[in-house]
């Protein structure tokens, strides 16, 4: 697992994942953590792809998400990027200074994309605990489990179920859930 000290929230940086999926291992065919199949499927009639789609699609939806970003908030100023810095991080530290000119949506959003970005490559890695740390949003206990064939997280709290609540949460609900929260905190 990746760690590094200056992550802005103390978890995973996303541009050091992303970064790690883009090597040559994880684009190899069959390299990520799928998950068992379940039920039956048809006879295979073509040899699979021999590089992975899914890593592949994977860095292009985060790398065009993030270049859309800066896009969208080029009237920001940015600072040049440093001399020897990979270029993903350095979309990721002009994004942060972008949406700190622009204000606290701005940085929700970013937040948000970016620990759906991190929280996804370290899924693709087989890593399912970083859906642990989250809470529920509907029982906010911490219940959460990913389930591969549902690319989902499940609240397995049986009380979350009763309230009428939902109990699937995407990637992208749990960081909209997450930036509110702590948007919620900054403000208070």
């Known amino acids: 697992m990746i ?3 200056h992550a802005p929230d103390g978890g995973q940086e996303p541009a050091e994942l992303l970064d790690e999926l883009d090597s040559v291992a994880w684009k190899r065919a069959g390299s990520t953590a799928s998950g068992p199949r379940l039920g ?6 073509h040899s699979p792809a021999p590089a992975n789609t899914t890593v592949l699609d994977h860095l292009a939806s985060c790398d065009g998400e993030i270049a859309d970003f800066i896009a969208a908030a080029r ?3 940015a600072p040049p ?4 810095q990979p270029s ?8 942060r200074v972008q949406a700190e000119h622009l204000g606290m ?3 929700a959003y970013l937040a948000a ?7 996804a490559s370290a899924l693709l890695m087989g890593e399912t605990d970083v859906v642990r740390r989250e809470p529920c949003p509907a029982c906010r206990t911490w219940g959460l489990i990913w389930v591969v064939s549902r690319k989902g997280a499940m ?3 049986r009380y979350c179920a009763e309230r009428g609540r939902p109990r699937m949460w995407t990637l992208a609900q749990l960081a909209a859930e997450r930036a509110a929260r702590r948007l919620q905190r900054s403000a208070s």
């Open 3 to 5: 760690e590094p000290s």
């Open 105 to 107: 949506d701005w940085q």
């Open 75 to 77: 009237e920001a100023p």
């Open 81 to 84: 990027p440093e001399p020897g």
């Open 113 to 119: 994309m970016e620990w759906r970005h991190a929280a």
């Open 88 to 95: 993903r991080a350095a979309a990721y530290e002009r994004a």
């Open 40 to 45: 039956r499927s048809a006879t295979q009639v």
């Open 155 to 157: 609240c397995v709290n």
